[in-house]
């Protein structure tokens, strides 16, 4: 959803922009093997001899056979880039989408839209320091949470994409359609599969 509000606002800066889609494809492509390759680790290491992740420490086991004594340093450090930048763009996502939901529009620029993205950001510190440490089993959680939403979420955006009266000559070719398709179908499959690991 906050990439279509991105687009918008780029566009009104470069209107030439919306007639290339390079800069989408690249950063779909490096998040796929990023996240193949977290996956792949997690898989060889974690899953095989059997741990648990219940500290930071214990997901950093997963590149000790890469880095050694150091792989809890390396991955701390990571981990902080990660935090203090999805501190930022995750506060700007939430607040500019809660805006726009109760209408008081999207624009960056609103100083209504950057109260909501404050108001975000106190939040989030407010659980952390209830927790008073990293809270991994709450992030797992919403981490669970999130598949049973996406499919729903994946319907509607399938939904319009392929509306000819919402789309005009932007709607989805058959070819999309069925990757579209095949794409909630592994979403769902997802869901249910969470549903009985965590319910039964």
Known sequence: ????????ER???????????????????ILGVM???????????????????TTA??????LEPLFGSYA?????????????????GNATLGGTLLGDSLGFGSQLSSNTTKMFIASVMIFGAIIAIIFGKLPLELI???????????????MAMYAV?????IMGDKVNSTFFKIFGALGLLILFVLAIS?????FF
């Not at 959803?1 to 918008?8: A, E, M, P, R």
């Not at 996240?35 to 992740?53: D, H, P, R, S």
């Not at 969470?194 to 965590?198: A, G, L, V």
């Open 72 to 88: 809890s340093t390396l991955f701390l450090i990571g981990l902080f880039g990660a935090s203090f930048s999805a501190l930022v």
């Open 1 to 8: 959803f906050y990439q279509s509000y991105l687009v918008q």
């Open 35 to 53: 996240t193949a390759i977290i996956m792949i680790c997690a898989a060889a290491v974690l899953n095989k001899q059997g741990i648990t992740v």
């Open 11 to 29: 566009i009104k800066f470069n209107p030439e922009i919306k007639e290339h889609n390079s800069n989408s494809i690249t950063g779909i492509c």
């Open 57 to 62: 420490s214990d997901m950093a086991k997963a």
């Open 140 to 154: 797992v959680f919403a981490q669970s949470i999130t598949i049973f939403l996406v499919p729903f979420i994946g």
């Open 194 to 198: 969470n549903i009985n690991q965590i």
């Open 161 to 165: 994409s392929n509306d000819t009266a």
